[in-house]
């Protein structure tokens, strides 16, 4: 047996967000997500939307106690833009949601749980989207740092740790790629134009943070980072991912980590045409913006291979430059659509992020094993549900980030996506990545056996395999 031991002060805990946790009750707006839900309830599995979901809003006390019954020492979640604020246009905040996250952060550090604060987790307000497009427009950039700024003032002196968004490249991939969030738009050059956008909103948010001043507390960025493996070694396969890996990963990490725009990608975006609206005044703004640490969201790898059929759609993707590729030899998540299982593609994030990146401090701010409620199956004669597949990936993925931190990774804390089962877009609760099950008809949160294991983990910074 071997004893996998993590560094002092390592950051314990689980990952999870506004939308997908606090439910509806006294909000101030609607979200792109309760627009949606309304307008089109058959996108969402089973038709569930965000309103109720895991109740946060009412139960976040009960919750705290939860989180410190598990040994977390923190916590990620995000403020909603469509709940802090009232009038998008002057930053106006709605009274009872400042009551709400100063409450719910109060608990949390009464209870020794640092709390992470992200601001911007897939939820455009509704508003916003309609009448300007969302991050389409530039308008809605100095809008976003508006609310940004708010927090920063309101929660400044509570929150060490800020995030500007998590994993900004999803909405671009949802929204206007591959039809997977609202608003729904197949328009290679429109995604770019809003990848670019953002990047300017997390780079304006950064500046304006530093400018504040703010004691003890630090700004950074959490991406999905996923390691683009190859189908053989040959020439056409390496250079397919290598554009995977540029147009994925390197677009976001690195001007938002090491502030250089790739000059790849800027011949990319040439060669197809789609080069975004910029100005030399932002891209100044854009490469001087530091953040502080990073982190880190890892569920599956991309495997890809040169392109063998023509590229069929007419507008530009990532996949004109290659195809994806199902590993003959790999293991599969049965739970998760056949998801690939790939622990090592921890380790070789860990060692690309410190040899390429500066070895900035970043933390693994995601890592999820989906399940579903059958598999998981019924809890056991103490109410115990029995989800020991998770625990046993899990370990494989940890020992694997327990390799790259003996060889100088500076890796500072492991969150689980997720805490308690929640609300996950438009998987809704299909898939169940929780400490707690969720039960949807009762509210009530049930333990699962992986929690147990993990609470040990926490307490002692320690596991054995
Ligand atoms: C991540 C998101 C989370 C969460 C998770 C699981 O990409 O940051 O918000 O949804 O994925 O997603 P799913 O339930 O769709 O597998």
């Known amino acids: 047996m071997t004893t996998y031991t993590f560094p002092e002060n390592f950051l314990w805990g689980a990952a999870a967000s506004g939308t997908q946790t606090e439910g509806a009750t006294n909000k101030a707006n609607e979200s792109i997500w309760d627009l949606w839900h309304r307008l089109s309830p058959d996108r969402f599995y089973n038709g569930i939307g965000s309103q109720l979901v895991n109740d946060t809003y009412s139960r976040y006390k009960e919750d705290v ?10 916590f990620r979640t995000s403020f909603q833009w469509s709940r802090l604020i009232k009038d ?3 930053a106006e905040v709605c009274p009872d949601a400042v009551e709400f996250y100063n409450n719910y952060l109060d608990e949390m550090i009464a209870n020794g749980i640092e709390p992470m604060i992200n601001l911007y987790h897939f939820d455009m307000p509704a ?7 969302g991050f389409e427009s530039k308008k809605v950039v100095d809008l976003y740092v508006k609310y940004a700024v708010k927090a920063f003032e309101l929660f400044g002196h509570k929150v060490k ?21 609202y608003p729904c738009k197949k328009d290679g050059k429109l995604a770019v134009q809003v990848g670019y956008n953002i990047i300017l909103a997390h ?71 789609i080069i975004p609206e910029t100005t030399a005044e932002e891209i100044e703004v854009i490469t001087s913006a ?7 969201n890892y ?33 599969f998540n049965p739970y998760r659509d056949n998801n690939e299982i790939l622990p090592k593609a921890i380790y070789d994030i860990a060692i690309n992020v410190k040899e390429n990146y500066g070895n900035i401090p970043w933390f693994l701010a995601e890592i999820g094993i989906a399940m579903d409620i059958v598999s998981e199956g019924e809890p056991d004669g103490n109410g115990v549900i029995d989800d020991s597949f998770r625990t046993d990936l899990m370990k494989e993925h940890l020992v694997q980030l327990h390799k790259a931190i003996e060889e100088g990774a500076n890796c500072f804390g ?14 809704s609760f299909k898939r169940r990545y929780g400490f707690f099950r969720l039960d949807l008809e009762t509210g009530n949160r049930i333990p699962k056996k992986h929690g147990l294991w993990f609470k040990d983990l926490a307490k002692t910074g320690t596991f054995h395999e």
């Open 414 to 427: 492991v969150h689980q996506w997720t805490f308690i089962d929640n609300w996950s877009w438009i998987n």
């Open 203 to 273: 780079a304006k948010a950064v500046h304006a943070f530093h400018k504040l001043a703010l004691k003890d507390s630090k700004i950074g960025i959490v991406l999905n980072l996923t390691p683009s493996y190859t189908r053989s070694d040959s020439e056409e396969d390496n250079k397919a991912a290598w554009y995977a890996d540029l147009l994925f990963n390197r677009s976001f990490l690195d001007p938002m980590v090491k502030n250089q725009i790739p000059q790849e990608l800027c011949e990319v975006l040439n060669e197809q045409r």
């Open 127 to 133: 508003e916003l989207q309609e009448k300007y497009g």
């Open 290 to 296: 530091k953040v502080q640490f990073l982190g880190v």
């Open 299 to 331: 569920y599956v790898p991309r495997r890809v291979k040169a392109r063998e059929a023509k590229y069929e759609l007419d507008y530009f993707t990532p996949e004109v430059y290659f195809e994806n590729y199902i590993n003959p030899d790999g293991r």
């Open 161 to 181: 740790y800020w995030i500007t968004f998590n994993e900004p490249i999803v909405p671009v991939e949802g929204g206007y790629l591959y039809d997977f969030h």
């Open 88 to 90: 998008f246009e002057t």
């Open 65 to 74: 106690q939860l989180m410190k019954q598990l040994g977390f020492n923190s």
